[in-house]
């Protein structure tokens, strides 16, 4: 088992940034890559960023690239999302996720509001 914890969501004015993290705990040897979706009002969830186990490969959707940041230190067993130029579209609920090889895992998430 696999459990993870956000944390850093908040209220932030557009323009604005925000830092989550999220700490794996339980047999975190067994995680591959790791990764941050989201869940705007009213919307289905998406992913928005994902890391490879050691770091060296990230991918982002296009609606966050160039203003959000994925990052993970292993031995914290922690990933990262940095957030610039917060939008109020980036206004969602943001669930931390982790692939094992036997299934993938979700945090509770952690709320990100961004007003206009």
């Known amino acids: 088992q696999v459990h993870l914890v956000e944390s850093g969501g908040g209220l932030v004015q557009a323009g604005g940034s925000l830092r989550l993290s999220c700490a794996a705990s339980?047999?975190?040897?067994?995680?591959?890559?790791m990764g941050w979706g989201r869940q705007p009002p009213g919307k289905q969830r998406e992913l928005v960023a994902s890391?490879?186990?050691?770091?060296?490969?990230?991918r982002y959707d296009d609606s966050v690239k160039g203003r959000f940041t994925i990052s993970r230190d292993n031995a914290k067993n922690t990933v990262y999302l940095q957030m610039n130029s917060l939008k109020p579209e980036d206004t969602a609920v943001y669930y931390c996720?982790?692939?094992?090889?036997?299934?993938?895992?979700w945090g509770q998430g952690t709320q990100v509001t961004v007003s206009s």
């Open positions: 339980g047999i975190p040897d067994s995680i591959n890559a």
């Open positions: 996720t982790a692939t094992t090889t036997w299934r993938d895992y």
């Open positions: 890391i490879s186990k050691s770091g060296g490969s990230t």
